[in-house]
């Protein structure tokens, strides 16, 4: 299983982003998926998160800016980032979560964004 982030870019701030994740399989549907950034200096943080069944999990920081949201027939999971700051500047990785007996989880490479002042 592989996922495919993209979607990254440079805007100025006030601009606006999808990302993508995208898998190579069904994963996606039958999975917890989550989008994280990685910020120059600073830890992986989470960003959004959305079940199995859509339920949705934002960080502080982008409540209100960002929209995750998954459309299974195209196993693909969004993030929608709108407002962006010069503070959202990092590389965006989507990660899936999903149980088989335990739990497991898939990273994809990272997508990076630069919002510039």
């Known amino acids: 299983v592989q996922l495919q982030a993209s979607g990254g870019g440079s805007v100025q701030a006030g601009g606006s982003l999808r990302l993508s994740c995208a898998a190579s399989?069904?994963?996606?549907?039958?999975?917890?998926v989550g989008w994280y950034r990685q910020r120059p200096g600073n830890q992986r943080e989470m960003v959004a998160l959305?079940?199995?069944?859509?339920?949705?999990n934002y960080a502080d920081f982008v409540k209100g800016r960002f929209t995750i949201s998954r459309d299974n027939a195209k196993d693909t999971v969004y993030l929608q980032m709108d407002r962006l700051g010069p503070e959202d500047t990092a590389i965006y990785y989507c990660?899936?979560?999903?149980?088989?007996?335990?739990?497991?989880?898939?990273w994809g490479q990272g997508t990076l964004v630069t919002v510039s002042s």
């Open positions: 990660s899936v979560a999903f149980y088989t007996g335990q739990w497991s989880s898939v």
């Open positions: 399989s069904t994963i996606l549907r039958h999975g917890n």
């Open positions: 959305i079940s199995v069944t859509g339920g949705t």
